[in-house]
């Protein structure tokens, strides 16, 4: 099981790619809370809190496509350097000025998300620029799948951490810190400084022009949606069961399943079509969602999300391949970046209906929303399939230039 992770990662440069990412990528697990906690230190209001953290969200969701597209165009290097110095710009002026008014915080958090570097994507459109094995590429796209959810652990953790230490302010220029260091590590080897994308037809649409990324983007906010629902009704279970802090464990219990069950998915190599094997996954885990309609016992709710969590990064690795051999030529950064941009919308849109169905349906109806969420996923796909063919190997179709 683990010899498709050594020949992975005996590749010249991929652990120090997947390091130096990792810690770049750290601010999108820290920035959240950092940014609420910072807010709230200077006693502003939980609806100003609320909405600023909200529009850091939605202005990182908007920036990333843009970028991509740059570094589609310009490559990865300077486009990395330059945002990656604005978006720490931004959240230094939250810490410096941040406190002196609502406009003041919102433009912050603005240049912070609109300039937030697109590690993500740049990592998933160097590796067949990397990786002489193509059947490597799936398991470095499991690994990251797995690994992000490192980052949405501990960065919380370090947050709470620094505070507790230094303060909110210093927590923040931490994350801004983090950034820079990650960027500007993960662009010193050769092959991230001289990848190029592939000649690209220009149009307005870009990346969208793909029928099966479009297609795709709505399967991904359905996941989305799935994710942010989620972090609501745990915080409605543990009221409903009076246990503080069980949401902690519920949500831990998922991204401990979706670590075990990325890591177990990279690890083989899989006959079906990507797009079917995403179907069986989404299947699985809205049915391990729809089992909590119920409102277990606790320790039966944990073993449901930790099931939920197995299916989770297989998915979301089963994703990156749909969307490495399907983007157009000369688009696969901004092509990954859409993805994150559908999961990060539709995980808002789960967090904003989650938490009005709770507050006027109660427990049983909040904890349907994201089984519903995912069966709507399942149904796109399923017609995605009825209707798609399987493009070209990604080596060929999403792949940049080495030199």
Known sequence: MLAAYRACLNEPHVKY??????LG??????????IALFLRSHEVGFGRVGAITALFGLSTAVGGPMLGRAVDRWGQLWVLCVSAIASSLGFLLLVGRGEQGFGTAAAAVVVAGVFSPPLEPCLRTIWPAVLRDPGAISTAYALDASLQEVVFVTGPLLVVLIGSI????????????????????YVIPRPVRVWRAGPRQSDWAGALRSHVLRRLLVVLAG????????NIVTVAYQEHIGRPGFSGVLLGANAVGALVGGLYYGARQWRTTGLR?????????????????????????VVLVFCAGLFLSPALACSFA????????????????????AVLAGNALGAAVTGSVEQHLGLHASFLVPGLAGAVAVTVTAAFLRTARQPAPPAVRAGGTKS
């Open 25 to 34: 990528r750290m601010p999108n697990g820290m920035a959240p809370l950092g």
């Open 322 to 341: 749909v969307i490495g051999e399907s983007a157009l030529a000369g688009t696969a950064t901004e092509a990954f970046a859409w993805m994150v941009t």
């Open 166 to 185: 230094a303060g909110s302010g210093p927590a923040l220029v931490v994350t801004a810190v983090a950034m820079l260091l990650g960027s500007a590590a």
């Open 17 to 22: 790619l997947f390091a130096s990412n990792l």
């Open 277 to 301: 094997q995403l179907q069986y996954l989404l299947a699985g885990m809205t049915l391990s969602y729809l089992t909590l309609v119920a409102v277990p016992q606790p320790v039966l709710a």
């Open 223 to 230: 996941l989305g949606i799935g994710l942010g629902a989620l």
